[in-house]
């Protein structure tokens, strides 16, 4: 009895610390973001804003902001189509060849995007295509689609196929069904999909670094600011607002999927 | 009267696997039709032929005179009452029994009217504005209904449509839906592996195993006459019997068996002959004669084994003669329940009561 | 007789039919749907991949390749020593933070799965969030706890517990591990916690019923039971770190570069894409090989669990 609660109690501390270390740098860079102080050490210096207002009149960073707000929606919602095709053959058809299908689609989950970014940037300047943000959206389509699937697929497996049938059997057509019932029913995971995708679009840097040419997106102007030790804070108060950023979008995500789960775990 | 449904030689393989067939049937206009059979017999396969979801290997199937070869499920007079009842969670009540009409751009009245009196037939009058999450198995079960029948069908087609509700309900539902179908008037084509189901709801039954149908007939027919052992043993209890020197002449079969003695009886149009016929009886056609009561003819056995039943008891009898103790379902009026075991009993039949099965 | 005839000639119906229904069959069905999501990652991730296997027997000639087979590259890449070392160096790093982030994960994945109640879901939200928030932020905030007047040796030194600042802290291959560490964190708890998830509970009830402690317990069910969590989660950290370059780059220093440096190199200042190439493809191979043994091990392990 004692040595069981010892043993809880002992996991949990554990449990705590490791949760604690993980934030502990996300959380850091708020902090310095906000000091009065050139360099990030302790003690803190004391409270400002500045860092934040110096943000809002640079151009350049705008600029990036811009590009990778557009490099973000295109491969969300392209991600987001294409997972729905895979999530749906997936999940709703069996035929011979759907393991190597899946497992190429999913592929870029476990390769190093090392070699994803350099086996795209050799062909597309090989077939003399120019690096511009179009290609970023390449890249980023690659490794954002399978998120998207896996998200999907919870999605598919969440509704009743006999939905779709019944729609069919209603007298629907193949495109009315797909309207009025298969989105529907899709809609929080394809929300959540957007989210999701739209994070790691906004976070990546080696592909959009391999891949934009001439225009950065915001990791990458991030990487050029690091060579100017003076510029570092600015680069902290850039990064806050992009953690809370990604923060308030992967929470939608989850609230919303969470939501729609409670709604398909209430049918039954 | 004609057919409304016609299957014709109708097989559904996957790859190598043949899942049914050949099949070759014919359901008349406003018959209530149950295909009935074990899991994995190939009844849900061939409902989804008649429904348009899946597309026959082989053979075809015509509705109401129309071929139906290519047509999908939304161009086909069928409609269907899933077995999860695919009640859309993101609609209400009405929305879902409206889905279909939306399409037939009836106008708002009509199409009002229509709804209101689906949800009436069902008796489910004034639940239009609850969702469709929010509804018990038998609200669910109603709106699968009335949301097939305001389309009107010629056939309406039920996947085991009574499974997910418990016993009481789902009695209920029986005599609800039987009942419906008589005021209606239309086919119903209804999968269940439930036999007392398919006998209390159906004009005809067609019982499956192993993909092919076995026997076609009136629930009263398939209870009395089964084809086979198989479907005998598939409809409730059926005791199987020793027989020597079967014999069929002029529409009559007689045995002698061992223990019992010579039996006879009329040969049903289920089957003539076959090649190794089996002489059965059920249960409940074998009686106790009670001490002090004459019978003839009369059986003398032994009671090797009893199970208590509430209403009924379950004997097995030992008969000399027989391989296999006889199975006797006896009422509990008389104190069948209260019989020692190994106690020696005698039993007696009617006539008429033996079964030929041709296999 | 006329059964055959019928038979033979129905087969025909059946050849002449399936051709024709094949896009409304299931596997038609399929793989038209699924089409879009492959050719895409067919055009764009296999057909480069073999355009980079490709390269890597070619040779460059300042701005032209020259196509003749060779295996130059590879006897470069396989024997130069700057490129060895910094093949070994990141095949040591990505076992090693594949093996801590596994080991120091798979406590949190057990507690959530068997203590996480209804709050499991919630527990896996928590978890994963820094995962997906600002990778190259990540590694810059490890940059400023670890440097030299980062926020670690300053506050040390503000609580009087060093007096000098630590210099080993940062630029050095642990920092690279460490960082890594907590960046793949989140990626590991996944697999595992699926695998323990799947843990039959009656299983460890029979078990204690035969007399098993909890800790014999542990030994002898969960941990056999969650062997393919553990591989999953330990290749799902191995094989994308071998690959990383900004890491090493902005906290490993001198000491800790990475293969992903040089290849980074040969595609961008030093300009040898085939030399790049094979740099690239002989990691990959060595990593897959590296992995294959690990599962094999971890299988024999497993037996000797029993």
């Known amino acids: 009895m004692t ?11 554990y449990v705590a610390l490791y949760v604690a270390i993980l934030y502990f740098p996300v959380l850091l860079l708020p902090v310095f973001s906000f000091n009065d102080s050139a360099t990030p050490k302790l003690p803190l210096a004391g409270f400002t804003l500045k ?7 640079n151009a350049t960073m705008h600029n990036a902001a811009w590009n990778s707000l557009l490099v973000g929606i295109s491969a969300a919602l392209l991600s987001t189509i294409l997972g729905i095709c895979a999530a749906r053959a997936i999940t709703r058809h069996r035929f011979a060849g759907k393991g190597i299908a899946s497992g190429l689609i999913m592929a870029p989950l476990i390769l190093p995007e090392i070699i994803i970014a350099i086996s795209l940037l050799v062909v597309l300047l090989g077939a003399g295509i120019e690096l511009s943000l179009l290609t970023v959206i390449l890249g980023h389509l690659l490794i954002c689609v399978p998120y998207s699937v896996t998200v999907l697929v919870s999605g598919f497996e969440g509704f009743d196929p006999s939905m779709e049938e019944a729609s069919r059997d209603l007298g629907e057509t193949t495109w009315g069904t797909l309207r009025r019932v298969t989105l529907p029913m899709l809609a929080p995971s394809i929300i959540s999909s957007l989210l999701v995708t739209f994070t790691i679009s906004l976070d990546e840097f080696i592909l959009a670094f391999f891949l934009s040419g001439t225009e950065p997106t915001l990791p990458v102007y991030i990487w050029g600011q690091l060579r100017f030790a003076a510029k570092l804070p600015n680069v902290l108060a850039l990064g806050s607002v992009m953690i809370a950023a990604s923060l308030i979008m992967l929470t939608v995500a989850e609230i919303v999927r969470r939501r729609a789960e409670a709604r398909t775990a209430a049918k039954t | 009267m004609a057919n409304m449904i016609e299957i014709n030689g109708v097989e559904k393989h996957y790859g190598s696997f043949r899942a049914l067939g050949p099949v070759s049937t014919g359901i008349a206009e406003g018959e209530f039709f149950s295909l009935l059979g074990p899991s994995g017999c190939g009844k849900t396969t061939l409902l989804r032929l008649i429904g348009g979801f ?13 071929d139906m070869s290519g047509m999908p499920a939304n161009l086909r007079p069928t409609n269907m009452v899933f077995q999860s009842y695919a009640i859309f969670p993101h609609l209400n009540v009405s929305e879902n029994v409206a889905y279909g009409l939306k399409r037939q751009r009836l106008g708002r009245e009509e199409e009002r009217r229509r709804v209101d009196e689906a949800l009436a037939q069902v008796e489910l009058t004034g639940l239009g504005p609850r969702m469709g999450n929010q509804l018990s198995g038998g609200q669910r079960q109603r709106v699968a209904l009335a949301r097939a029948l305001v389309m009107r069908p010629k056939v309406l087609l039920l996947d085991e449509p009574l499974s997910a509700l418990d016993k009481k309900l789902r009695e209920q539902m029986q005599v609800e839906l039987r009942h419906l179908q008589r005021q209606i008037g239309i086919t119903f084509v209804l999968v269940t592996h439930d036999q007392y189901e398919a006998l209390a709801m159906s004009d005809r039954i067609a019982v499956m195993f192993g993909g092919e149908i076995s026997q076609t007939a009136t629930p009263k027919d398939i209870y009395q006459s089964p084809s086979s052992r198989q479907v005998a043993d598939f409809l409730g209890g059926m005791n199987f019997l020793t027989a020597q020197e079967v014999r069929t002449a002029g529409g009559q079969f007689s045995a002698d068996l061992p223990g019992i003695g010579k039996v006879a009886g009329k040969l049903t149009s289920a089957g003539t002959t076959g090649a190794s016929p089996v002489i059965g009886i059920r249960p409940e056609r074998l009686r106790i004669v009670w001490e002090g009561e004459s019978a003839d003819p009369v059986i003398n056995g032994k009671v090797a084994d009893r199970h208590y039943f509430g209403e009924v008891t379950n004997l097995a009898v030992e008969i000399e003669g027989q391989e296999k103790a006889l199975s006797v379902v006896e009422t509990n009026d008389f104190g069948a329940d209260d019989i020692p075991i190994g106690s020696p009993v005698r039993l007696t039949y009617d006539r008429d009561a033996f079964v030929y099965m041709p296999s | 007789m006329s059964g ?3 038979r033979r000639l129905s087969a025909g119906a059946v050849m002449e039919r399936t051709t024709g229904k094949w896009l409304r069959s299931d596997a038609g069905q399929g793989w038209l749907t699924i089409s879009p999501p492959f050719v895409y990652a067919l055009l764009l991730l296999a057909g480069p991949i073999l355009v980079i296997i490709a390269n890597s027997f070619w040779t460059q000639d300042y701005l032209t390749i020259d196509r003749t087979f060779t295996l130059k590259n590879y006897r470069e890449a396989l024997t130069e020593p700057i490129y060895r070392d910094l093949l070994f160096r990141s095949l040591f790093v990505s076992v090693a933070v594949s093996i801590v982030t596994v080991v120091l994960a798979y406590p949190v994945a057990w507690f959530v799965s068997f203590h996480g109640g209804k709050y499991k879901g919630i527990w896996l939200f928590i978890i994963t969030v820094p995962f997906w928030s600002g990778y190259l932020l990540r590694i810059l905030s490890w940059k400023v706890i670890l440097g030299f007047n980062g926020v670690l040796n300053t506050g040390l030194q503000y609580l009087h517990i060093i007096s000098e600042p630590l210099s080993s802290l940062l630029y050095n291959v642990n920092a690279v591990i460490i960082t890594l560490a907590h ?36 030994m002898r069910i969960t941990l056999p039971l969650t062997m393919p969590g553990i591989i999953a989660a330990l290749m799902i950290v191995m094989i994308p770190t071998v690959g990383d370059y900004v890491t090493p780059k902005l906290v490993g220093g001198k000491d800790g570069v990475m293969i992903a440096n040089a290849i980074q190199a040969q595609f961008g200042k030093a300009a040898n894409w085939p030399l790049g190439a094979a740099l690239a493809v002989s990691t990959m191979i060595i990593v897959g090989m590296l992995s294959g043994a690990m599962v094999l091990l971890l299988l024999g392990l497993k037996r000797l669990l029993r």
């Open chain 3, 183 to 218: 960046s793949w964190a989140a990626f590991a708890i996944l697999p595992l916690f699926v695998s323990l998830e799947k843990v039959d509970r009656t299983l460890l009830e029979a078990a204690a019923d035969l007399g098993d402690g909890p800790v014999r317990r542990f």
């Open chain 3, 4 to 6: 055959e005839v019928s």
């Open chain 2, 54 to 66: 899946d597309e026959p290997t082989l053979g075809s199937i015509s509705i109401g005179g129309a």
């Open chain 1, 51 to 57: 860092w934040f207002s110096s943000l809002s009149s």
């Open chain 1, 3 to 13: 040595g069981k609660s010892i043993r809880k109690g002992i996991i949990t501390a």
